[in-house]
C-alpha cells in the first residue's frame, strides 16, 4: 500500500470517529451539513456516514436517520427489555394525542379546523402542552377573514417520533393507539382553563382493534 493510500485511510478513518464523537455529543440531530463544515473537504460525509452504521449494525445502539439527521438510538428490539428498568417518559395526554396526529397529518391547519376534524372544541392549554414540548408551531396565518393562525409540527416532533420526514409518517390510527409512542412532557398536568366558555374537550371512540 503506497503512502498516500495510507494517508488517505487516516483521513477517512479520523473522519468517522469525529463524526462519531459529534452525533454522541449532539442532543439534536446531526445534520450533512453541520458534519461538512467540520470534516475535511476531501472527505465523502454519505460515505463516512454509510461507514458508521455498517459499524453499529446489530449492536445494542444503532445510528439512525430522523428529523433530517442523524442521531443514536437504542437498538428497537431491545426496548421491551429497557423497559423493564428504564423509566418511561409520560405520554400526552388522549386529547393532546389526537390533536397532534391532526396537525401533523393536515398541516398547515387552523384551530377551527382542528376542532372540526375533531368533532369537539380544542381548549388553548392543549395546544399550550404540545408548545412547550416544542412539538408544534405557527406556520404562518390563512388570508382568511380574521386571519387564523395556521399550526404544523416541528423538527422535534420528527426526531421524537423518530421520523426522518413527514412522509414516513405511520398510519393516523398507529400514533394515536402505539403504545410505543411515548413523549417527553412536564410531570405536572396543565389546570383548566377558568372562567372558559369552551366546553370540555370530549376524548372520541378509537377502535383499539383496528
Same mark, same amino acid.
Request: proline share 7%; aromatic share 8%.
Given at each position: 500500500m503506497s503512502e498516500t493510500s495510507e494517508a488517505t485511510d487516516d483521513i477517512f478513518a479520523h473522519a468517522v470517529r469525529l463524526a462519531e464523537a459529534l452525533i454522541f455529543a449532539s442532543r439534536e440531530p446531526v445534520t450533512a451539513r453541520v458534519l461538512t463544515n467540520l470534516l475535511s473537504e476531501?472527505?465523502?460525509?454519505? &460515505?463516512?456516514?454509510?461507514?458508521?452504521?455498517?459499524?453499529?449494525?446489530?449492536?445494542?445502539?444503532?445510528?439512525?436517520?430522523? &428529523?433530517?439527521?442523524?442521531?443514536?438510538?437504542? &437498538?428497537?428490539?431491545l426496548a421491551v427489555v429497557l423497559r423493564?428498568?428504564?423509566?418511561?417518559p409520560r405520554r400526552l395526554p388522549r386529547v393532546a394525542m389526537e390533536t397532534l396526529a391532526i396537525v401533523a397529518?393536515?398541516?398547515?391547519?387552523? =384551530?377551527?379546523?382542528i376542532e372540526e376534524i375533531r368533532g369537539a372544541s380544542l381548549s388553548q392549554n392543549t395546544l399550550d402542552?404540545?408548545?412547550?414540548?416544542?412539538?408544534?408551531?405557527?406556520?404562518? =396565518?390563512?388570508?382568511?377573514?380574521? =386571519?387564523?393562525?395556521?399550526?404544523?409540527?416541528?423538527?422535534?416532533?420528527?426526531?421524537?417520533?423518530?421520523?426522518n420526514d413527514l412522509r414516513d409518517?405511520?398510519? =393516523?390510527?398507529?400514533l394515536l393507539i402505539d403504545p410505543q409512542v411515548t413523549l417527553s412532557i412536564p410531570v405536572e398536568e396543565a389546570p383548566p382553563d377558568e372562567g372558559a366558555a369552551v366546553p370540555q374537550e370530549a376524548e372520541p371512540e378509537i377502535d383499539q382493534t383496528a
Open positions: 476531501t472527505v465523502d460525509v454519505d &460515505a463516512v456516514m454509510a461507514a458508521l452504521v455498517a459499524q453499529y449494525e446489530g449492536r445494542g445502539v444503532t445510528l439512525m436517520e430522523v &428529523a433530517g439527521g442523524w442521531q443514536f438510538r437504542s &437498538a428497537p428490539d423493564k428498568v428504564v423509566e418511561l397529518y393536515h398541516q398547515p391547519v387552523t =384551530r377551527t379546523e402542552l404540545l408548545l412547550e414540548n416544542g412539538l408544534i408551531t405557527t406556520k404562518g =396565518r390563512r388570508e382568511t377573514p380574521g =386571519r387564523p393562525t395556521l399550526w404544523g409540527t416541528t423538527p422535534a416532533f420528527l426526531a421524537q417520533f423518530g421520523l409518517l405511520p398510519k =393516523r390510527e398507529e
